[in-house]
């Protein structure tokens, strides 16, 4: 959920909230107040009622002060010694032609020696509408105030937090082998830019590492060979010598590690290119074929297991790729399939229009499947494998984009790459 | 048979100078671009080795150089593994052959004497070893005249083993060269093993000698005992 969305939400929550008790507590109020004023009108009017009463002459039966407003005047035989009261009552009006609501005082008095009951009705009609009124202020502002809330919040998100768009988008455009540095952005929020500052540092840092460590590997990766050729060919002479058979076992097992350790570093350089994008050149690479050839080269080697290989062509996809990287990725996928698997065992290519499929048989793997492309992940006694074929295939589809997902039922390992 | 070690690593140039002496060549080996220069200029080399990454220069310069004096010599070129540009750029100014680093002296060997077997169009183009005799360019072998029918590997087998007679062969170079990068695919030692029962059962039986012999663990000996 967007942040705005979840401000707007809570804002106008709240809103609802403080409007619906405040209108409540206000109606009441203002009900309260209202009402007061009213009988204090009626108050007055009976007191100028009085006093006219007792200044002139003439009566009248009915008076009207106001319109609607009535007077009544009943002569009773003795004092009613009443307290003035109130009521409200439902009565038609003539002028809006309805029942409406009236209140009326009741009270006595006595003048021209004869006793009177008195009653003032006034209608409640004003006051009635009055209320009306202000809840319907009150109904409107808080939609007014929710509106306007919904787009400043809009307003503000898109201009005040668009830097913070912006370096969330650069982060996620962030790749550490092709860095590129975070817009600067134009904002006057301090946590925006102290936010932009620390990431800037973070990523100056992050840079540093990567280049030291690049550097490195392909120092090392370089370093490497010269030593490891003289311990190569240092071996192979001792090899030659009149020595003893353990002893030459020993010289043995020292060339063996060295060409271990020269396949390894070389398996590491290439993922090292692969980083650094020295496999540019591209050219257009028939799948078909290129399989087909390199299986043919390998005829023998699956022969040694006994593997039955099955070949499906369902289309014939013309990739762009770099050639070295077709060859690694291809001659990797095979040698997994023919490394892993069992004698008389069966390897499925099967080359689709978007997909290539490498299905093999094989025993369970003891290593976790989403483990599998990691360097130096391998299942099993095979230690002769230098455990980076797989993270090579995936380093080379990765540069490619393409999709890579492994699974492994009925002791059938599947690899499956679309492109 | 001349051959020059151009390369500025001494324990490899000590290395390649020592195997290839034994094997009846005559080395000279020298460490910078231009004492080769000088060298080229002052003498005829049969195979000249030629490492890409020198201090003062680029191993390229010397090939240059040769072809401009149209020279006879073989060149093999020697560089760090999948430098593609190195190799292309080598062959393309005319580098006969091309090894990467490490390499096995074995290989090595099989290469100076491929390289040398190509530039001298003459008639002694066979290998011989006792009854034993390789027409390389028509992948023929005879043994005491009669022809000896093998397959594509163990014929490859048999040269390699000639080549690098009376020394220690690890099963690990044999099988970069008869599968190159292929070789870890699969356990190839065992199929080392079958090719080479196939090939002393068909030398055999046409009346040759088993010159093959095992160094336990390690590899294996073309040797006349």
Redesign the interface.
């Known amino acids: 959920m967007k942040l705005v969305n979840i401000a707007n939400r809570n804002y106008i929550i709240t809103l609802i909230l403080v409007f619906v008790v405040g209108s409540i507590v206000g109606y009441f109020v203002l009900k309260s107040i209202v009402n007061k004023e009213f009988n204090e009108k009626l108050f007055a009017e009976k007191d100028q009622l009085i006093y006219e009463l007792h200044t002139f002459e003439e009566l009248k039966a009915n008076y009207y002060l106001n319109i609607g407003d009535k007077i009544q005047l009943d002569e009773v035989d003795r004092d009613p010694d009443i307290t003035p009261i109130l009521s409200d009552t439902v009565m038609y009006d003539k002028f809006e032609k309805k029942k409406l609501p009236f209140r009326t005082l009741t009270f006595s008095d006595k003048f021209q020696g004869k006793f009177y009951l008195v009653r003032i009705t006034k209608s409640l009609m004003s006051n009635n509408d009055l209320m009306k009124g202000i809840t319907e202020i009150m109904v409107i502002v808080v939609l007014l105030l929710s509106l306007s809330l919904i787009v400043v919040n809009r307003f503000l998100s898109k201009k005040i937090w668009s830097p913070f768009h912006q370096i969330l988008s650069d982060l996620n455009e962030f790749k550490i082998s092709k860095p590129v540095p975070l817009s600067t952005i134009d904002t006057t929020v301090d946590e925006f830019r102290e936010l932009q500052n620390a990431l800037n540092s973070m990523i100056d840092k992050s840079i540093r590492d990567y280049q030291n460590l690049k550097e490195y590997t392909e120092n090392t990766s370089?370093e490497i060979?010269?030593p490891?050729?003289?311990i190569?060919?240092?071996s192979?002479?001792l090899?030659?010598e009149p020595l003893s058979?353990k002893q030459?076992?020993e010289?043995?097992k020292i060339?063996?590690a060295?060409?271990r350790l020269?396949?390894l570093k070389?398996g590491l350089?290439?993922l090292t290119?692969i980083d650094n994008e020295q496999f540019v050149d591209a050219e257009f690479i028939h799948l078909k074929k290129f399989i087909k050839k390199k299986l043919s080269?390998?005829e023998?080697?699956?022969g040694?297991?006994n593997l039955t290989v099955t070949t499906k062509f369902l289309a014939n996809p013309i990739l762009e790729l770099n050639n070295?990287l077709a060859y690694i990725l291809i001659?990797n996928l095979?040698?997994n399939a023919?490394?892993h698997n069992v004698e008389n065992g069966e390897i499925k290519i099967t080359v689709k229009s978007s997909e290539l499929l490498f299905e093999n048989t094989g025993l369970d793997l003891k290593i976790p499947t989403e483990e599998l492309f990691d360097r130096f992940k391998r299942s099993g006694k095979n230690i002769?494998?230098i455990g980076l074929g797989l993270s090579l295939v995936k380093r080379i589809t990765d540069y490619y984009h393409m999709q890579i997902s492994y699974s492994y039922s009925n002791q059938w390992h599947v690899i499956k790459i679309q492109y | 048979m001349n051959v020059l070690i151009i390369e500025d690593?001494k324990?490899?140039a000590e290395?390649?100078v020592?195997?290839l002496d034994?094997s009846g060549y005559h080395c000279e080996w020298v460490d910078n671009l231009n004492s080769a220069q000088e060298k080229i200029w002052s003498y005829s080399y049969d195979c000249i080795i030629v490492d890409i990454t020198l201090p003062d220069g680029s191993g390229l310069d010397v090939i240059q150089r040769l072809k401009t004096m149209k020279s006879k010599s073989g060149i093999i070129i020697v560089s760090?593994?999948?430098s593609?540009e190195d190799k292309i750029a080598g062959l393309d100014i005319g580098a006969d052959d091309y090894i990467t680093?490490?390499?096995?002296?074995?290989e090595l060997n099989a290469r100076i004497k491929s390289v040398i077997r190509r530039r001298s169009f003459d008639a002694q183009n066979e290998i011989t070893f006792q009854e034993i005799t390789i027409f390389p360019y028509d992948h023929l072998v005879t043994i005491s005249g009669k022809p000896l029918n093998l397959t594509k590997?163990e014929f490859d087998l048999l040269l390699y083993f000639v080549s690098n007679k009376s020394?220690?062969i690890?099963k690990?170079?044999i099988a970069e060269h008869l599968?190159g990068?292929?070789m870890?695919?699969?356990?190839?030692f065992?199929?080392i093993y079958s090719h080479l029962k196939n090939l002393r059962k068909k030398i055999e039986e046409i009346g040759g000698n088993d010159y093959i012999q095992t160094?336990?663990?390690?590899?294996y000996k073309f040797i006349k005992e």
């Open positions: 370089h060979q010269t490891l050729a003289i190569r060919n240092k192979e002479m090899l030659q058979k030459l076992t010289i043995g060339y063996e060295s060409g020269s396949r070389e350089s290439i290119k080269n390998v023998e080697l699956v040694i297991k070295d001659t095979l040698s023919i490394k002769e494998s | 690593e324990a490899l290395n390649m020592s195997y034994h760090a593994k999948n593609t680093k490490p390499f096995d002296l074995s590997k020394r220690v690890t690990e170079s599968w990068d292929d870890d695919m699969a356990d190839s065992d199929f160094v336990y663990g390690i590899g």
